[in-house]
């Protein structure tokens, strides 16, 4: 095929054509390779394939036509059932929609010229005066359809029926062409874009009245000079219709919970990247993920941490509800991700991780994170390596807060309960001279056998699955306090906006769930994101939530922190409120930390263990830690006691290289602050054992 000069290909030949997919969030028609078409009834008519996951990235890039912005509505939209067609044609679909440039087709410029006269134009489309829409209608002929192919579902094929913005007489009707359009709205496109009503309902959320709204933004359109799109027009009455929208939404769209879901997921299809209704076995299972959540995950995961925060809400939602998140610059956690479901989050996890990180990297094929913490040992490790190509760390924030939060409750004493917590994490790390955790376990409950009702919450909630976290422990690396802290205020924020007890009534319908999350809670966060990159609203933020533990330690002076390196059992830290007060940290460096600061006494992980951690790390004075412990000695085991069999030898040695990689991707990952390195002996002499084992072979 040469150009234009070559034989136009027949609708028969389309699914020979290249799948195109080009490196830009979106796209026009200008970064396609176009063909026309022979016979049929598209004879004549460009066409191209994408995939169809990045039909709406199309349909934005051709909007931000530069000489002619626009904005694409949905003229028609049809749809087949698969298995509806036993003999589908080349180009048949499962969806069909035709898409118009708002500027037409009618062309009312006329008819509001004659106004006047008394003139009474009928649009010629017969669709009526289209309420609302007249005075933006010139006639403009600009159309393509897009067809999700019912032989390759994973594809759109689009027809573009007229390229060009012009009216029927063949001139431009709108944008900067247009000589009559100048010094109008016509020259921009005919509504406020996406992002900025983005911007402002999350305004509305929040609670920013409409004046301060207007008054920012007269201020930004000032501060680039002047207006230079139809963003820049907005107007009160914008905003009030916005606020009405938002006064007249309710969650309840059905008296019926499910039907209601069903309702909600039909109108924000771009939002769910994944949907499975309940039925017989099947469970309930519902992703989610906002346009602005895909950029924070793009922008924030690539080359660094996912963190999963699973079975919140498990006693008293519904369906309990499972966020992905990623850290800010900050370290500041945010949800990139929420998937509702019926039953334990790690049993499907398959089905919406893998259409997750499709969606993803739909949009940027390099994005890759360095590593994926996981809080639930029952989450299938291989699926997630599978879906997002990363080592897979194990997060303890779950079940250390769970234990240390479950002492402060039922454990009075303060030693006590400091030598108990020691002795759970002997357990979990499996340091005891113990055949299994099972054995350390019964040994715990005999030591402390005077705390009945500790022990009987430990017997009845973690004594079950104990081995299955001790497993994990001895197979995965385990991620430091430095995240936990940031999960930690991510919980915290969650539970005061969901588990609020003015919600009660409502916890057992996932339809609230879902307007919870995807309005409030979810512009609560992009105002952070937006305060931390303009400088405004400074008044509106809450300085409670929108720094963590870790960002707070950052901040305490090296000198505040009295820590005797020859006697590791304590360290102090200096209030920064109060210099008189001087806070007590037992375990300094460990994963067994404690604090007798009041943040700490809540069962919170504070800034003072944080602080710590940070300087024992920095200045390696710390004794090593379980995880690096049990780490070194699984590996140990394995460079010592190669098998014979030469198969299994090469799958050993295989290992142990992934393990020095592992420990490679350890040292970044602590380098940029997210993990406490191995200590300097178990890695050096780690790393001289992997050398020598190939020699074995």
Known sequence: MKGHEAKMPRMEDILNLPVQDPPFAEFSADHLNWVKVEGGR????????????????????ESANAECPASFR??????????????PRVDGYLEYTLYWCSYGPEDYRESES???????IKPPSGKGSRP?????????LCHFTVKRLYTRPLLALIIYNQRNHLDKTGTP???????????TRAMYAPRISEELRQRVMSMLYVGISLDNIMQHHMEEVQRHGGPHNRDDFLTRNDVRNMERLIRNSSHELDGNDERSVRMWVQRHQKHVFFFQEKCGSEPFILGIQTDWQVQQMLRYGHNCSVASHSAFGSKKLKYPLCS??????????????WVITSCDVGQDIHKWMLSLTERIRAKDPRWRPNAFLVDDPSFDTSIIREAFQSRVLLCLWHIRRSWVKALLKKCCNFDVRREMFKHLGQILYCTRSMSNALDAAEEFMQIFVDQCSFMDYFRNHWLPKIELWVNSIRTLPVASLE????????????????????????WQRVDWLIQTLTTEFHSSYWLDQYIEETGYFE??????????CWYQAMRIPDVDVLLDEENLQLAKVISQTDRTVAYTIWSPGSECSLCDCPWSRLGNLCKHIVKVAILCKNRQVARPLLAAQVYRQALLNLLQNPPDDPLVLDHAVLHATRLQQDIKGLEDLSNSGLLQPLPPDANSQTVDNLLLFPRLH
């Open 42 to 61: 598209q004879g004549g008519d460009d066409i191209a394939l994408i995939p169809y996951a990045r039909v709406d990235d199309f349909v934005k890039g």
């Open 74 to 87: 949905v003229e028609s939209r049809r749809k087949r059932p698969e298995g509806s067609v036993s003999k």
């Open 483 to 506: 995240p936990y802290s940031a999960i930690e205020a991510y919980h915290l924020r969650l539970k005061t906006k969901v588990l609020n007890e003015l919600h009660a009534s409502c």
């Open 173 to 183: 009707c709108h944008g900067i062409l247009d000589h009559d359009a100048v010094g």
């Open 324 to 337: 992905l998140l990623v850290f800010d610059s900050s370290r500041n956690a945010i949800p990139v991700a």
């Open 132 to 140: 609302g829409r007249r005075h933006m209608m010139r006639g403009c």
């Open 539 to 548: 008044n509106l933020r809450d300085v409670s939530f929108s720094t963590n």
């Open 114 to 120: 004659c106004m006047g006269d008394g003139v009474n």
